[in-house]
């Protein structure tokens, strides 16, 4: 059973930026895709970003240009850079990863962003 913590939300003004961070308790191997999701009040969980191994990122639209995802897998974490931030990026952000051998997702327990004046 993978844990994954997540650090790093709080309270930023819109253009303002973040950087959140995720390590899992376990070894995540590289193949395994490892990204961010959110949920804003009231709406379903969407896809943010993730990347397998250390290439290939994939975003949502609305990101795109503005977030950065990477991961280290010798820490067995994963990071998003988050610039430009919006109001509508206010949402609580979970940390994903998905086993490929098991198809078992995993999820942490979400951080939450909030972008106000």
């Known amino acids: 059973q993978v844990q994954l913590v997540e650090s790093g939300g709080g309270l930023v003004q819109p253009g303002g930026s973040l950087r959140l961070s995720c390590v899992a308790s376990?070894?995540?191997?590289?193949?395994?895709?490892m990204g961010w999701y959110r949920q804003a009040p009231g709406k379903q969980r969407e896809f943010v970003a993730s990347?397998?191994?250390?290439?290939?990122?994939r975003y949502t639209s609305s990101v795109e240009g503005r977030f950065t995802v990477s991961r280290d897998n010798a820490k067995n974490a994963v990071y998003l850079q988050m610039n430009s931030l919006k109001p509508e990026d206010t949402a609580v952000y979970f940390c994903?990863?998905?086993?490929?051998?098991?198809?078992?997702?995993?999820w942490g327990q979400g951080t939450q962003v909030t972008v106000s004046s």
């Open positions: 376990d070894r995540v191997g590289s193949s395994n895709p």
């Open positions: 994903h990863v998905r086993s490929l051998s098991s198809l078992i997702d995993y």
């Open positions: 990347l397998i191994g250390g290439r290939d990122p």
